[in-house]
């Protein structure tokens, strides 16, 4: 006789409508009486009963009731019965008849036992190691114990800390901290010591942020880490430690600004502050003890869990290492091998198809000064030039700044102008076809802009400095007729070529600040020159306008951007703040009047919301790289705007304003500054090729991810004599066919096609490779059929897919001269596919990276999608994510396909959800918000 299922939720007295609504569906799914009860409280979570005690106590995923589907797939999920609609015995209430606490000590064992590296799906299958699908051991220990799991700020890093840290690079920034607090304590009496330590304190609270790579300290110190063997240590406990230092260095800053006159008794409060935390830092630098991490530890040890809280982070280490190694190596191929090939045309014209074949690793690791420079490098030098514009601004304000601060930036600036512009010139000469790819490209030639908005820039510093105004009136109409050229040329190439909604770029904005600095400048050089200056003013603020609003359409309609592109979008800020400090110029205001109060404010807007995006991980989720300083002379012209605005209206919060707006313009570009010199030195970073994602880049991530599985199983096919690894080898070549299969059948009907549209007959030899992939997997396939067909059924039956011929068959294990050859089968296969793999990035890939635009690769993109069985994608999307060796590469597969298919991306959310692990799911999420399903964290509904 069927027992009787009650469920009790967790939720507010207001909820027993919605409670009576689900038990009366519940009751006709099942076809048997339930009851269900509310208890005061949270709507947080939901418990299954029946008379044999818990069976079932799972975390709600929203604050609302789930409806009746989601509690019985959830029933059916986690107590293993499938169509519990006609089967509710007592057999079919639990996994086994293991009880429900005897059920969470099981997973907790095993999930002790694999260390993080190995987990179990729903049904207990062993899977791929550190990759596996289903709901793994993790996931099913946080619904079913949610009071015994750790607060999440115990599991996981607050705010953007990374998972794991690098301990060579923390030690290093330790034994900075140390020097830098030994330097505060011997002159604790000096005047500018509570400023040093107030830097030490903003430093710190960069750290607990960000992590290192948004620090001042964290950047200077990278380059030489880089030198060093990787250590990873988990985030958790360091960010605890750099809370600990925040604390500390905050209370010595306040100690040392209370000391006034002659109260010693602060200074020397400040002063014991200081020396403990150069006595910590000393620890962690030069002895390698980290006491904030000890106390760490020590905290957890009186939590009621045995559960160590930086387990997941210590799961990722492996994984960061190998990423660091493969940036760092230094795997060059100079120029590749240049290869011309012709279509095979009966005629005397033919286009030919021209390009290079590079090693695999050619993106990551070839560094070359020349080659690899591009005009926005150029932006360098704009924001050095901008800053000291600032700083020689707030020198003529009350603020009455020192002079030598923003001489050594026009210096600075200057000679960072004069590098990159010799750079481009030898670039110009060496490597005439690079420097015309990125003339002709919208973005790229936005960044020669920088030549005239370094030119106005030096012309500003100079006239309010210098009596013979010659050179600097030679600088400005330079700078001016420059800009001129450089806007007609932009707004011809706007006119007369084909531009999509997606083509439209924030950086395009850089030539309408440049013609509103422009007449800013003219002003201050003559004052004859304000009626011309017009000129410029009119045309960057119309300009402005119409570009803003083709940017706002892409932003909240279109396509999101790439993240390296998404610093641009601070261009935006820059507009306004120097059309205000233009207007005043051209008007010689005395006061601030409504137009100039118009620009600065609204200046002032743009930078709270874009302040609001880096709090929602919109910004800085890409690794460094030059486009970060997009970031800083927006930041500057903000600061130059409220600094004139602090001279008409000499108040307190108008001097707050200029002050807060001034160190962060400041302390933002050291930072920037910083990590460039680091990525010199590292040869890291910057002057290296950019990162190319998008629809297009789908066909060699599969391909990486193929890789990876097929090392995976050539080492498991020499231990297949084990059970355990067999079952999972079968597993793993299912997936593997499964989404080999696929790969070969879209890119014969799909991609292929296209690529002969442009060269024909291109792609023959790719055919015949994929007829002799396709006969050796069958023959793998078959022998696995023979040995362990339960392998392959599971699979099927995970994806919802027909078992065919498979259905109930059984194997007969594998025998000494079978496992002999899988493994030189193998062996052949791992061959064969990686040649044919390369072969078609080498040869292939090209055609679309040199002709397929945009629109083209993401209807392609879109056309695989459909043509593909949705079942199917259930086994080759998280087949694509969890065989990616490196976390940078998931991401691109994912945002590969959310343009293609942004109305079904939460569908292929769902699939990555439900079959990875807590701790990738919650880094891939952060990474690709617009994924998440419904039910889950950070879940928006789709319109």
Same mark, same amino acid.
């Given at each position: 006789m069927p027992l009787p299922v009650d469920i009790e939720f967790c939720a507010e007295s207001g909820y027993q409508e919605e409670a009576t609504r689900l038990q009366a569906a519940i009751e006709r799914r099942l076809g048997e009486r339930v009851t269900v009860t509310l208890r005061e409280g949270r709507p947080e979570s939901f418990e299954v009963t029946s008379s044999g005690g818990s069976v079932i106590h799972s975390k709600l995923l929203s604050g609302d009731l789930p409806d009746a589907a989601f509690v019985i797939s959830t029933l059916e999920k986690q107590l293993g019965t499938p169509g519990m609609a006609s089967a509710s015995s007592t057999s079919a209430l639990a996994p086994g008849e293991a009880s429900f606490e005897q059920w969470t000590l099981d997973i907790d064992k095993t999930l002790t036992e694999n260390q993080g590296a190995t987990a179990l799906t729903g049904n207990g299958d062993p899977t791929m190691g550190k990759n596996y699908y289903g709901d793994n051991a993790e996931k099913q220990r946080n619904k079913l114990m949610p009071s015994r799991c750790l607060p999440l700020y115990l599991r996981f890093p607050l705010f953007w800390f990374p998972y794991n840290v690098d301990q060579t690079h923390s030690r290093f920034i330790s034994s900075t901290v140390c020097i830098l607090c030994v330097i505060v304590a011997i002159s604790f009496r000096s005047s500018w010591a509570p400023y040093l330590c107030a830097c030490i304190f903003a430093d710190y609270c960069l750290r607990v942020l960000f992590g290192g790579r948004a620090s001042l300290i964290g950047g200077l110190t990278a380059g030489i880490a880089h030198h060093f063997p990787v250590r990873q240590y988990p985030g958790p406990p360091k960010q605890f430690a750099q809370m600990v230092g925040m604390m500390f260095s905050g209370a010595a800053t306040l100690a040392f600004w209370l000391s006034v006159g002659d109260d010693d008794v602060n200074e020397i409060v400040g002063l014991v502050i200081i020396l403990g935390l150069a006595g910590a830092a000393f620890l962690d630098g030069f002895v390698g003890f980290c006491l904030g991490c000890f106390m760490f530890r020590m905290a957890l040890m009186v939590l009621p869990k045995k559960y160590d809280a930086t387990e997941k982070s210590s799961v990722l280490a492996e994984e960061f290492t190998e990423t660091t190694s493969f940036l760092r190596a230094d795997t060059r191929d100079a120029d590749g091998t240049r290869i011309i090939k012709y279509a095979p045309l009966d005629t005397e014209k033919r286009v030919p198809l021209v390009y290079k074949v590079k090693n695999e690793d050619f993106k990551k690791s070839d560094f070359s000064l020349v080659r690899h420079v591009y005009p926005p490098y150029l932006f360098w030098p704009v924001a050095a030039l901008g800053l000291a514009a600032c700083w020689r601004l707030t020198a003529q304000t009350q603020l009455d700044t020192p002079r030598g601060v923003w001489v050594a930036l026009t210096i600075y600036g200057l000679v960072v102008l004069a590098a990159i512009t010799l750079l481009l010139a030898v670039q110009w000469f060496f490597y005439s076809r690079k420097f015309y790819k990125a003339w002709n490209d919208p973005n790229m030639f936005s960044g020669f802009a920088g030549f005239p908005l370094c030119l106005a820039l030096f012309a500003f510093i100079l006239a309010t400095e210098w009596e013979d105004k010659t050179f600097v009136k030679v600088?400005?109409?330079?700078?001016?007729?420059?800009? *001129?050229?450089? #806007?007609?040329?932009? =707004?011809?190439?706007?006119?007369?070529?084909?531009?999509?909604? &997606?083509?439209?770029?924030? &950086?395009?904005?850089?030539? +309408?600040? %440049?013609?509103?600095?422009? *007449?800013?400048? $003219?002003?201050? =050089?003559?004052? @004859?020159?304000?009626?011309?200056?017009?000129?410029? !003013?009119? #045309?960057?603020?119309?300009?402005?306008?119409?570009?803003?609003?083709? =940017?706002?359409?892409?932003?909240?309609? %279109?396509?999101?951007?790439?993240?390296?592109?998404?610093?641009?979008?601070?261009?935006?800020?820059?507009?306004?703040?120097? /059309? $205000?400090?233009?207007?005043?110029?051209?008007?010689?205001?005395? @006061?601030?009047?409504?137009?100039?109060?118009?620009? #600065?404010?609204?200046?002032?807007?743009?930078?709270?919301?874009?302040?609001?995006?880096? =709090?929602?991980?919109?910004? %800085?989720?890409?690794?460094?790289?030059?486009?970060?300083?997009?970031?800083?002379?927006?930041? @500057? *012209?903000?600061?130059? *705007?409220?600094?004139?605005?602090?001279?008409?209206?000499?108040?307190?919060?108008?001097?707050?304003?200029?002050?807060?707006?001034?160190?962060?313009?400041?302390?933002?570009?050291?930072?920037?500054? /910083?990590?460039?010199?680091? %990525?010199?030195?590292?040869?890291?970073?910057? !002057?290296?090729? +950019?990162?190319?994602?998008?629809? $297009?880049?789908?066909?060699?991530?599969?391909?990486? @991810?193929?890789r990876e599985a097929l090392e995976k199983l050539v080492k498991m096919s020499k231990k297949i004599n084990k059970p355990e690894v067999l079952m999972e080898f079968g597993m793993l070549w299912a997936r593997y066919d499964i989404c080999l299969e696929e790969h070969s059948s879209f890119e014969e009907k799909i991609t292929f096609p296209l690529i002969d549209e442009f060269y024909p007959g291109l792609t023959s030899g790719a055919h015949e490779q994929h007829e002799v992939a396709d006969k050796l997997s069958q023959r793998m396939t078959r022998l696995l059929d023979t040995i362990v067909p339960e392998a392959r059924q599971k699979v099927l039956q995970q994806a919802h897919l027909p078992l065919g011929a498979m259905q109930g068959r059984v194997g007969t294990g594998v025998s000494e001269q079978q496992m002999l050859e899988i493994q030189a089968l193998m062996q052949d296969i791992a061959s064969f596919d990686n040649k044919h793999f390369a072969f078609e990035e080498e040869h292939l890939k090209v055609v679309g990276t040199k002709h397929f635009n945009f629109k083209l690769a993401k209807e392609t993109a879109r056309k695989i999608w459909f043509n593909t069985e949705v079942n199917k994608w259930r086994v080759i999307v998280p087949f694509m994510v969890c065989m990616q060796k490196y976390h940078s590469r998931r991401l691109q597969f994912l945002k590969a396909l959310q343009p293609a298919i942004p109305e079904r991306f939460q569908l292929v959310g769902r699939m990555v959800y439900e079959n990875v692990d807590e701790l990738m799911w919650d880094r891939l999420r952060v990474d690709v918000p617009d994924m998440a399903p419904r039910e889950t964290a950070g879940y928006h509904k789709f319109f």
């Open positions: 600088l400005f109409w330079l700078a001016a007729l420059s800009m *001129a050229l450089l #806007t007609v040329i932009v =707004v011809g190439r706007w006119i007369q070529r084909m531009h999509y909604r &997606s083509s439209v770029s924030p &950086s395009w904005v850089i030539v +309408p600040v %440049g013609n509103l600095l422009v *007449a800013a400048v $003219g002003p201050a =050089v003559d004052s @004859a020159f304000v009626q011309i200056s017009f000129l410029w !003013f009119s #045309t960057g603020v119309v300009f402005f306008v119409v570009l803003l609003t083709m =940017v706002m359409q892409r932003l909240i309609v %279109g396509y999101s951007f790439p993240d390296p592109m998404r610093s641009s979008v601070w261009v935006l800020l820059a507009a306004p703040a120097v /059309a $205000g400090l233009a207007w005043a110029r051209l008007n010689a205001l005395t @006061a601030a009047d409504s137009v100039f109060l118009f620009f #600065t404010f609204f200046s002032l807007m743009v930078f709270f919301i874009l302040v609001g995006l880096i =709090v929602t991980s919109y910004f %800085g989720r890409d690794r460094f790289s030059m486009s970060y300083w997009s970031y800083c002379f927006p930041l @500057a *012209a903000l600061a130059m *705007a409220f600094n004139q605005f602090y001279a008409y209206n000499d108040s307190d919060w108008s001097e707050f304003a200029a002050v807060s707006t001034l160190c962060i313009a400041t302390y933002i570009q050291a930072i920037v500054a /910083a990590l460039t010199l680091s %990525g010199i030195i590292s040869r890291t970073d910057v !002057f290296v090729p +950019p990162v190319e994602s998008g629809p $297009g880049s789908l066909t060699v991530l599969m391909h990486h @991810a193929f």
